[in-house]
């Protein structure tokens, strides 16, 4: 579960840059609570006493469904208490549009006036106050509106009025109504944590260089359109994948570890205010197909975005529930499930302490229709015609670097989706998984049209743990997948009726700045003479992986046609790579031929304190961290990611823009807004 504290703040003038005027009404004493929070704070977005979910600076597609959620503070203790530790509960709160009178919102959404909530939380104000275990009490009193919709587009005003005349107002934004479709589906593929300085390393380890010229190029580096988003969260410089995948597939910026909802202060992390995604927007107005696709376990953020509202990421077994159910907790949109649904993540589906209510969810979606399948042979086998649940492992698909090259790691892992404790062999890839995908989509709503998510997620998982060749193997994997995938659409007569987009949604301070010898690099005695392996500018030289079926090629591995992987994983020279936040580690530049790099162990059981992992790149010389010693493994950042589009409405995706104008491109080319019920 969340708790109540801590996250990073964007300093306010910063956020005035970023977004449009600022503009919070509050009188006296609130305003000081401006300065008061950056690495803690209070709540995300509520710098005042009185907080308003949406928030200001929200912007809303025509029709879609969100909740409200009011809340007066009382601070008992701490720099914001005022004396006053009981909450106002005669708060009133009233919308209006432009240029209209204000209406009290029960009146405004023909809805009954929700019931009056209580609670109260803890937070420490900086990091003094966590050290010394004194936190600040505060007391609430709640208002929730659920599932109400704005149509008309235009200027909104949302004002809370609580403690004798204090005012917070939320300034939110309808945008103009784009209901004619112009795409009959749509492609989204999910990169994690790619960023612009990653497409460098795996053009130069995948293509071959002449005389300073590549000989082809990249599938996404074909696509017509590039622009960037960029992935800050609401009410913190960094993101994680739980707010960031929300604001691609809903327009609405949240918290960290948020999964489509805003984060309130309630102790629930099932009631917080939510706002619907674009599969369920798809889904109830279209009744068109749905696809989830991911190398990760299936229940992880990116996915998960598509159905969950929690406010905690880490409830996996609720999250497969809403795959199939959707949300039940409140009325909310009616979600019939997925056509397809394949990733990893078998310990959500096999009865035990790890499904949700200890349920069989094979068995559950088998009763609601769908085929399932555990393995590769069965994924080519199974018909197009049916909804299909397809996890082929427990936890993470092996990365393709294991699955490809070095075998033996599949060996011993125990991760076989059957619940037998074998090792998952027969296994698919992305590119297997997201060309059936397109198939069953095809077959079962040509006429309608569908919406796929296709993840690559252990690009991320692997330059986290500052694993390069492993992140690599699988970024190559995704443009394969992207080249499979245009192949496969005009052999369905889809290309000219499909938006392919191909994105991120964060990225890691990943770059690349010269070479390295690692054969003089493990001869040399002393980490400072280790040092001297590496190249730099004349002397990084060029790649020296092999392209397969070139002169150089000495190996036995066999890809498929034009895929563009290097035949060779372990030359002399490689690349000099890191990132820029990292734990204690050494380095050596080298594949990780066992398996999945761990470079950093806990020395405490008491509590996290990271060293350096004697056991990996014992060759290497030691890198100091430049993270706190409770950190495990390398961190997101704050550049930007581009965005790749080809197909109807690219045009839309051009330039640099936010991450949530993604969604409102998106569900424009869809042409999802709707004026009315």
């Not at 106050?129 to 709640?142: E, G, I, M, Q, W």
């Not at 990996?616 to 430049?626: E, K, M, P, R, Y």
Request: neutral net charge; glycine residues 8%.
């Amino acid at each position: 579960m969340v708790e109540a504290g801590p996250y990073i703040n964007l300093p306010i003038f910063t956020k005035m840059f970023l977004w449009r005027t600022f503009s919070l009404a509050v009188a006296g004493l609130a305003w000081a609570s401006l300065t008061v929070a950056q690495s803690f704070q209070r709540l995300g977005t509520c710098p005042t006493l009185g907080c308003v979910f949406p928030p200001d600076q929200t912007d809303f597609l025509a029709g879609q469904y969100f909740d409200i959620r009011l809340e007066v503070h009382a601070p008992v203790n701490g720099s914001e208490a005022t004396g006053r530790t009981t909450p106002d509960t005669n708060f009133t709160f009233t919308i209006t549009r432009q240029g209209r009178s204000p209406q009290s919102a029960a009146s405004y959404f023909k809805i009954a006036e929700p019931a009056l909530e209580r609670w109260n939380f803890t937070w420490y104000e900086d990091f003094f106050a966590r050290d010394a275990k004194t936190p600040s009490l505060v007391n609430v009193a709640s208002k929730i509106y659920r599932r109400v919709a704005l149509y008309e587009p235009g200027e909104y005003t949302a004002t809370l009025t609580y403690n004798n005349g204090q005012k917070t107002t939320a300034s939110w934004l309808v945008r103009d109504l784009a209901t004619a479709r112009k795409t009959k589906n749509i492609v989204l593929f999910i990169g994690v944590g790619v960023a612009r300085n990653s497409r460098v390393p795996k053009a130069n380890i995948g293509r071959r260089m002449v005389n300073g010229r590549y000989q082809s190029k990249l599938q996404m580096d074909q696509f017509p359109v590039l622009g960037h988003q960029m992935t800050h969260s609401i009410d913190s410089f960094i993101t994680d994948s739980a707010n960031s995948a929300t604001a691609l597939y809903t327009g609405h910026k949240s918290t960290v570890n948020a999964l489509g909802v805003y984060r309130d202060s309630s102790p629930s992390p099932f009631d917080d205010p939510k706002f619907e995604s674009i599969a369920e927007i798809f889904q109830r107005l279209t009744r068109g197909g749905v696809g989830i696709v991911s190398t990760a376990f299936i229940a992880d953020a990116t996915p998960a975005a598509l159905t969950a509202h929690t406010a905690d990421r880490g409830q996996y077994p609720h999250v497969v529930d809403t795959f199939l159910n959707g949300e039940t907790n409140y009325t909310w949109t009616n979600w019939t499930g997925p056509d397809v649904l394949f990733g990893g993540g078998a310990e959500q589906f096999i009865p035990g302490k790890s499904s949700y209510k200890g349920q069989d969810y094979y068995k559950l979606f088998r009763n609601k229709g769908y085929n399932v399948v555990l393995n590769n042979t069965a994924l080519s086998a199974t018909p197009n015609n049916a909804k299909t649940l397809g996890i082929f492992s427990v936890s993470n698909l092996p990365v393709w670097l294991d699955r490809n090259v070095y075998k033996q790691n599949l060996l011993g892992r125990s991760n076989s989706p059957d619940g037998s404790k074998g090792n998952a062999t027969d296994l698919p890839g992305l590119k297997e998984m997201t060309l059936k995908a397109i198939d069953i989509l095809n077959a079962r709503h040509r006429r309608e049209g569908w919406f796929l998510m296709s993840e690559a997620a252990s690009i991320d998982k692997q330059m986290h743990t500052l694993d390069y060749d492993r992140a690599l193997g699988d970024l190559l994997e995704l443009d394969d997948t992207v080249k499979a995938t245009m192949a496969k659409l005009k052999q369905l007569g889809s290309d000219k009726e499909t938006l392919v987009l191909v994105t991120a949604d964060h990225g890691h301070g990943f770059d690349v700045a010269g070479s390295v010898d690692t054969k003089y690099l493990n001869a040399q005695g002393t980490d400072r003479k280790k040092r001297g392996a590496i190249g730099t500018y004349r002397e990084s030289g060029l790649s020296q992986y092999v392209i397969p079926g070139s002169p150089q090629d000495t190996s036995n591995l066999q890809y498929s046609q034009g895929a563009a992987f290097p035949a060779n994983w372990d030359p002399r020279y490689t690349l000099f790579s890191a990132v820029g936040a990292n734990p204690d580690h050494r380095e050596n530049y080298q594949v990780h031929k066992s398996g999945p790099r761990l470079p950093a162990v806990n020395t405490s059981a008491a509590e996290d304190n990271y060293i350096v992992n004697y056991k990996d790149a014992v060759s290497g010389f030691l890198v100091n961290g430049t993270l706190p010693v409770n950190n495990a493994q390398g961190v997101h950042s704050l550049t930007d990611v581009p965005v790749f589009a080809q197909g109807p409405c690219q045009e839309m995706f051009g330039g640099v823009y936010n991450n949530i104008d993604v969604f409102f491109n998106m569900a424009a080319c869809l042409g999802l807004g709707r004026s009315s019920r």
